[in-house]
């Protein structure tokens, strides 16, 4: 089963981060999720943000110890030029997406490859169709596995404090685990005095 400690200080330390990015923010978790696949569950989140007047959104994970309250704001600059964003992991999929209202499709979007390798491809394909200019930021590590956390063991400078040391603890001789994915889309809410135009951050868990 997954680690509970990992989990709580990924999303701990990503609403953190989103917190300190000035946007307000909605944060779904498996009680606010709604559908039977990932895809699902993350397209259904999506749209009901924009449901609500919002035309703007960028989404996060809870699995990128690496991300930055400054990749936040350099996509809220570029969703503020007309441009979809996307923040590439390692392994084919992506940390962050900021989308327009617009090149936004829940049934086209549902039948993406979620979780599975090529993704940014198809995702990178579906936004070029609709002649929307895609921004990348950094490409970062996510942690899908074990293997993923031995990775990011050797860039120790990129990652928090807290969340390194439960990091380290899981390669103590004592210590076995096997992480599930711990992928998450982080909602964020505006204000009611918050302008509907700017970007709303969504985390998904």
């Known amino acids: 089963m997954a680690n509970p400690d990992l ?9 953190q981060i989103v917190s300190a990015s000035g946007l ?15 895809g699902e569950r993350f397209s259904n989140a999506i749209e009901a943000i924009y449901e609500k007047g919002y035309e703007n959104i960028i989404t996060v994970g809870n699995d990128s ?3 930055k309250t400054s990749h936040i704001l350099e996509a809220e600059q ?9 923040g590439p992991t390692l392994d084919g999929g992506f940390y962050l997406m900021g989308l327009h209202n617009s090149n936004f499709d829940p049934h086209l979007f549902k039948k993406l490859p979620w979780q599975r390798f090529g993704l940014l491809n ?6 070029a169709s609709y002649d929307s200019h895609l921004f990348r930021l950094p490409v970062l590590q996510d942690i899908d596995n074990k293997e993923d956390v031995k990775t990011l063991l050797n860039f120790s400078k ?8 439960i990091l380290q603890e899981l390669f103590k001789p004592s210590f076995r685990i096997t992480l599930k994915n711990v992928r998450i889309c982080q909602s964020n809410f505006t204000s009611l005095y918050f302008n509907k135009g700017s970007p ?6």
Not at 24 to 36: D, L, N, S, V
Not at 122 to 127: A, E
Not at 158 to 165: H, P
């Open 158 to 165: 990129t990652v928090a404090a807290s969340i390194l040391k």
């Open 65 to 67: 110890p690496q991300l």
């Open 78 to 86: 570029q969703l503020q030029l007309g441009k979809t964003v996307l």
């Open 200 to 205: 709303v951050l969504m985390q998904f868990s």
């Open 24 to 38: 307000p923010y909605f944060h779904f978790t498996e009680k606010e999720q709604q559908g039977t696949t990932f």
């Open 7 to 15: 989990f709580q200080a990924l999303t701990k330390r990503t609403l």
């Open 122 to 127: 198809k995702i990178s394909n579906l936004i």
